[in-house]
Each structure stands twice: as C-alpha cells, then as structure tokens.
C-alpha cells in the first residue's frame, strides 16, 4: 500500500541532533568510514548504510541552502551561508568520498554484492573514480557559487507596467492580454530589462566556460561536454544522437509548429505574427484565469491529482503540512521552478513563480510529478539508488502535465475554456522541441570552441536560433533582443547539458499518453512501477518497466507528433 506519510530517516551512524555547521565537525565521520575495517559481507552492508546516512545528511543541508537563498535572493546571509558550504565545506568531501568509492571497489566483498541490485550503483561509483581530479576541486567550488549569480542577478529584474511594478514573470501575464499595444510595450520592456543586464550575464557566462574548459581537460577529456556527458552518466546515448535528434526536430516538428502558428495568426487577424502575439488570445475571448494565487493553485492541484491517484494529492497534502512550497512570484525571489529532492526527510520542496497563467498550472503538475517520484523512491535502501537519471525524471514530471489534463476542469470550469487549455498545452509540448534543439546544439559549440569571443558566440547563436525558428512569426527589428535570448535559460549558467533530458523525456511522456489514452489504470501502474525503481535499473530498463522504447530516432518522432497532432486536431474542433 503506497502511503505519502514519510518519515525521516532513523539515524545510526550521525547524532540525531547532529547539524553541518564546520568542516571539522564534519570530518570525522569521513575519516570513521575510510579507516573502518570491512572484513565480511555483513561489514559492507552496515558500511553501505553509514555512507548512505552521511550522504543524506550532507545533501539536505546543502538542499536547504540553495532552497533559502533561491527564496530570498535579497538576504546576504542566506547567500553566505551556501558559499560557505560551496568553499569550505564540499571541497572537503570530495577527496574523502573518491577515497570511499577506491576502498568499496578494491573489498573483495564488493563482488558478492547482488549484481543486479547494484550494478547502476557500481557503474557509477566506478565512473566518479574515473573523473576525479584533486586540481578540480577549487575550480568546482568556485563554479558552484558562481552558477548561483544567475539567479541573484535575475531575481532583482523588474519591470514597470501601468505604474506598477513587476517581477518578468507577473509582466508575462499581459502578453496574454487583447491590447496589442500593450503586449509590444511589455515584451520591449522585459527585453530592455533583460538588456540591462546583458554584459554581467555575458563576464559570468566567460568565466564559468573557462573553468568548465579546465574541469574537462584536467581530467583528461578533449573538451568539457565530453566530461559531462560521462559525469551525467549518459551511458545509452552519444553526442551523434543528439545531432540526430537536432535533425529530427528540423524534420517533423518544426512544420507542425508552422501549423500551431498559422492557426493562431489567422485567429488573431494580423497580417504578421510577432513574438508578442504568441501567447495572445483573439478579441472577445478572455485570457485564461486558471487560479488566483498560489494557494488555490495547490488546492485545485490536489484535487485534479486525487481523481489520477488519490496517493498523488497525498504526496502535496504533506508537503504542505511540511512546508515544502514556495509558489507565487515575488520581487527578490530567483527566476523558474524546480522540485528539490530531500534525501534525509524525504518530502521534497516545490519552487516556482506562479503568476496566475496557464503556464503555471503547467509548472505545477509538473513539479508536482517530480515530487510524487521522490516520494515513490524515498523507500530504497541506499542514498544513491535513488539518484534516478534525468532521462526518466522529466519523464515523471511531463507525463504528469498530460496526464492532469484529464481533471483540469478544477482549473478550468467552462468546457471551452478547457479545451483551450488543454489545447495551449499540447502546443506547448510540441513548441518546445525547437527550443531544446537550439539550447542543446548551442551547448556543443560552445564547449567544442571554449576560446570563441563574444561576438563569436552572437553569432553562432543567431544562427541556430534561426535554424530552429519558425518562418511563420516575424522576428524583424528585434535582432538585438535575440542575439542574447539564451541568457534567459538558467541551465546555460547553472546545469550545463542538462537540457536534451527535456526532449527525450517529452518523447517518453507522449508515449506514455498514449498509453492512458487506451487504459488509464495500467497507464499509471507502468508509470509508478517504472518511478519507484529509482536509479536501481539502467535508463532503457526504466523506459521498458514504464512500457516505453528509449528511442528517439527521427522515425519514433514521427510517429508520436502524428499522434499529439490528431489529439489537437480533436480539441480544435471543441474550442
């Protein structure tokens, strides 16, 4: 029986009231775990568990510290106190814990281990041991705290509209609005501000590529995106993948965005479409009001996700029991969403910047989809089996936004309005494919040519932004807000490569939708059958469990757009 009444992990090895405050009140449980003998199977397993626990501990602690200062980019001390953790702490444990992984693979214990309960666990550890370089761990910690300016500098970014004041993401709402005026004025402005601080994100952007430049050769790669394919633990797919995924997006998706496009400019009336008129609606038909802060977007979550799986309304019931959700946007609050796993208590905490926009419920069911992964996979034994690729979790999370649309009438009570929704969305999850074809590409040039200048770069960008764009909406005039729209991404600055996850995920969340639509209950087992295995099986295994392919060859692409395609063909006809 599934239950979301989590509990945190009992301690054995650390103090109950044990808290991280310095490095050398830490290090003794470092040194305990390097020096203790393991001389039986039954030494190794209670070692495991140890390393586990201290691994939890450590993780959530430097969980909070991001969480706090994402929430409050203003407070200097809650910015401290995760650089304190980033120079002084983390670069401590890093020499101890590639120790720890040489004396857990030379046990010869370690070989009677269930091969099939800890070989993703072994392949891991044994790769961590292949990348680690002592000359890396300064440059990594001083990238740690430099990958947190983004958010710092974007989270003091606002705009003035009709006298009042905004957050980018509250000034997004009115590109929304029927006053085409209005929705130029406000793009310019968010443009202009995002304009503002173009230089600082351009010196940041420099400096964190030079030291990535220096992680990757130091340990012996050719260039950085070399390393991170092999840090992310990319085991069951190449770069030639990527390009071949780049090629398929060109290939069947980017006509199918011409269609979304066309459909919208002939429903507007204009002669031209402008990127101000893409999320707009026409005259007479009011934007969608979906919620009115963020506390009713969690109660009308919960319902929608009751009537999936009572378990799943569940999972946020006691997330807001614990406080795990920081969701309206406000001033001084960091850009985006995410949901943070928790490894010691085990509710995750959901981040995000709700604005009242359909995009909103969007992010929060998604969210939402990664926190019911968490709580499936918090019963593992160990730390690291629960360390799912990233493949499988944005599974979890867009399968979770289609999945919802079947219940989205708690956000949408008129049946036309939710028809629009549902409609919006399936334009959202096709739309986005030009876009994660253009961030992914632009990465690989970047770290294959890390000495390029600035205007190297512009230019580069410019001309995959164009490979990927639509020919449908008129760009013309606004060069100079494009050469720098890639500074709006966070994972550029914050998670580099991490982003082709979202492409190949939204294959397999499209798959899985096609599942639910023949049998919704099998669709959901396969789906928390395949979340509750973790990081325990390879990706192909988890993708099979959930009854899916790992494919994304340009064939498979074809066939699930054909699929999203007719499903919109059918809401168009009810909108």
Known sequence: MMTADIKKLPRSFLPEDFTITTWDKLEPYFKELLERPVNSQKDLEKWLKDISELEAVVSEDACW?????????????LEEAFNFFCMHIQPHIQPYADQINRKLVANPFTKELDSKKYFTYLRNIRKSIELFREENVPIQAEMSVLQQQFGVISGKMTVTVNGQEYTLQQAAKFLEDHDR?????????????????????????????????????????ENFRDYKFKELGRFDYTKEDCFQFHEAVKQHVLPLVNMIYENKRKKLGVDTLKPWDLEAEPEGIEPLRPFTNGEDLLKKTIACFSELRPFFAECLVRMDKMKRLDLDSRKGKAPGGYNCPLAETGAPFIFMNAAGQTSDVTTMVHEGGHAVHSFLAHPLELSAFKEYPMEIAEVASMAMELFSMEHWEHFFSNGKDLSRAKLKELEKVITIFPWIATIDKFQHWIYENPRHTEDERTGKWMEILNEFSSSVVDFSGLEEYRKSGW?????LFEVP????????????????WMQFKKSKEKALDN??????????????????????????????????????????????QKT
């Open 527 to 572: 789906y928390i059958t395949a979340l509750s295995q973790g990081g325990t099986k390879t990706l192909p295994e988890l993708y099979k469990t959930a009854g899916l392919e790992f494919d994304f060859a340009p064939e498979k692409i074809r066939e699930l757009m054909e699929f999203v395609k007719d499903e919109m063909i059918n809401l168009e």
């Open 181 to 221: 005026k209005l929705r130029e004025e406000v793009y310019r402005k968010i443009n202009d501000r995002r304009i503002q601080d173009r230089n600082e994100l351009n010196n940041l952007f420099n400096s964190l590529v030079e030291k990535r430049d220096r992680i990757g050769k130091n340990a012996g790669f």
């Open 497 to 512: 490569f991490y982003y082709i996850e979202y492409g190949i995920a939204q294959l397999g969340a499209i798959g899985l």
């Open 65 to 77: 510290r991001q969480i706090n200062m994402t929430c409050d980019t203003e407070n200097k001390s």
């Open 487 to 491: 500074q709006r991404q966070l994972h």
